[in-house]
């Protein structure tokens, strides 16, 4: 290679290996974790958590919807038709269809809803209507013993595959309607890898016995950035795809200018 190729070269391959350690840390920050359990009173598992920094601990309790959790009280085995494709539902052991207005088949009202008294940016909680059935699960960092106790809110995203509910810490303030927000307390986790123990301390008896995943959330979303420069850095990789392409089509136009007989 000659000296003015080399030359050519330099800027591509700094910004190459700036690219490619950017993506391993950005892989880091918005990779979740995910454990996987029958959500049962008395259930105890250990998971790992890995951190470049020290951030919180953002959970989710993800369901499956009912079919693939064999529940017998919302099941739809017995129906010959979806009922979120038709409108009705139709069980061939009654011979007459049910007509559903929407998709509620697959609402899970044992989830609860985001309906909520008051103003909580004046009362500093939320109050909900229909908080569901109760989850608590405690979390303990095995390093330190530091243990907090969180409950899961009602269902904020739940779908025809699944729903999910944010666990926040728990407050004994005798209301299971009433929820401190924004959430305070919680865990923080360490740079490095964290070994947390999940005690599943309450459920209730319409969810109990479900398959469920934990999600640890990542520290890096999309629409949420936290303060640190560090994670406002990385945020910009969610572009990544532009970059990729961007020093791919350098790296070509570098290789078509290498090419012998090409005019220097």
């Known amino acids: 290679m000659s000296p003015r190729m080399k030359n050519l070269w330099k800027p591509w391959i700094i910004l190459a290996s700036i690219f490619t350690v950017g993506m391993a840390a950005f892989l880091v920050f918005t990779t979740p974790t995910n454990v ?11 998971v790992s958590a890995f951190r470049l920094q020290q951030s ?17 009280e919302h099941d739809n085995s017995a129906t010959s038709v979806d009922p979120c494709k038709t409108g009705y539902l139709y069980y061939p052991a009654s011979g007459e269809p049910i007509k559903v207005k929407e998709c509620l088949f697959y609402k899970r ?8 008294h008051f103003d909580w940016r004046k009362t500093g909680y939320l ?4 908080p569901g059935e109760p989850v608590k699960i405690r979390i303990t960092k095995m390093a330190t013993k530091e243990s907090v106790i969180f409950e ?11 729903c999910r509910r944010r666990l926040v810490p728990y407050i004994d303030d005798g209301d299971p309607k009433r929820f401190t927000w924004p959430p ?14 999940i005690d599943v301390m309450e459920v209730g008896e319409r969810i109990s016995g479900e398959q469920v995943t934990l999600k ?8 949420f950035v936290s303060a640190d420069p560090l994670s406002r850095l990385l945020w910009w990789f969610f572009f990544w795809p532009f970059y990729a392409f961007v020093l791919l089509a350098w790296a070509i136009l570098l290789i078509l200018i290498g090419l012998p007989g090409t005019p220097e």
């Open 56 to 72: 919180g601990l953002p959970l989710i309790l993800e369901f499956k919807k009912a079919v693939d959790n064999k529940r017998p």
């Open 152 to 162: 899961a809110t009602p269902g904020d995203a739940c779908n025809d595959d699944r």
């Open 216 to 223: 640890i959330e990542p520290p890096l979303d999309f629409k």
């Open 127 to 130: 109050y909900y209507v229909s």
């Open 184 to 197: 305070t307390g919680g865990l923080l986790l360490p740079a490095g890898n964290s070994d947390l123990q």
């Open 36 to 46: 996987s359990f029958p959500l049962v009173k008395g259930t105890k598992l250990t």
């Open 109 to 116: 009202p044992e989830h609860g809803s985001q309906a909520t």
